[in-house]
């Protein structure tokens, strides 16, 4: 009789293995992590068919139904990596005598990051900015996207502005005004739905 199968389908788990394997495998425990190619997830039927016999799972975001654990006759425990439990039938789980756990905190700082990401995205409203932009601009190269984002183009232009006005401080700082003025305008051409002008200091949100 061979050794009770533990099925790794989880892609983050999987990546973490090799620091665990052994562990696991010292227990009596035969691990099995198979491969997820591009996909993110497992069927059921798909589980029952790479892991038959399975006594444990550390799962991802698989499906895992009532076609699941009725088929699965010697599971006794599902570890569903991260917090998401939606996945889960657990009223199968119980019937089945399957004790189910989840991992909390392991995703806490990369949620956290996400969520202030998508706050400052919303309270900006980046990807509406960038959507016009698009509209009116096209799609751009990444060799045209990247110079546009590093000081080195602000520097260049305020070169290139002084040049034009000489070095005085009162002449570069006045020829600022006519260029800055025509920008704003173009911006609000470009961007009718948002309440101003969204450029760096600014604060922009759609117009209800």
């Known amino acids: 009789m061979g050794k009770p199968l533990v099925l790794v389908t989880c892609r983050q788990m999987q990546v973490e293995l090799p620091h665990h394997r052994e562990r696991i495998e010292n227990l009596g425990f035969e691990v099995l992590a198979p491969d997820l190619g591009a996909r993110q997830q497992f069927t059921a039927a798909e ?20 076609e699941f654990f009725e088929g699965a006759d010697n599971l006794r425990v599902l570890i569903r990596w991260g917090i998401g439990m939606d996945s889960v039938d657990h009223d199968a789980a119980r019937e089945h005598r399957v004790t ?24 900006r409203g980046h990807l509406a900015i960038d959507s016009a932009v698009r ?5 751009k190269s990444r060799a045209q996207r990247w110079p546009a984002l590093g000081s080195e183009s ?11 006005c000489g ?24 961007f009718p739905s948002m309440s101003c002008s969204p450029r760096a200091g600014s604060s922009c949100s759609p117009v209800r």
């Open 47 to 66: 589980l029952l068919e790479r892991g038959p016999g399975m006594v444990g799972i550390i799962a991802g975001d698989d499906e895992l139904d009532r």
């Open 154 to 164: 602000w520097g260049s232009a305020r070169s290139d502005a002084k040049s034009l």
């Open 135 to 139: 509209r009116v601009n096209g799609p």
């Open 167 to 190: 070095e005085r401080d009162s002449a570069w700082k006045s020829s600022l005004s006519t260029p800055w003025s025509n920008q704003a305008r173009t911006e609000r051409q470009w």
């Open 100 to 123: 189910v756990r989840n991992t909390p905190g392991v995703f806490g700082y990369e949620v956290a990051d996400s969520a202030f990401a998508y706050i400052l995205n919303l309270a």
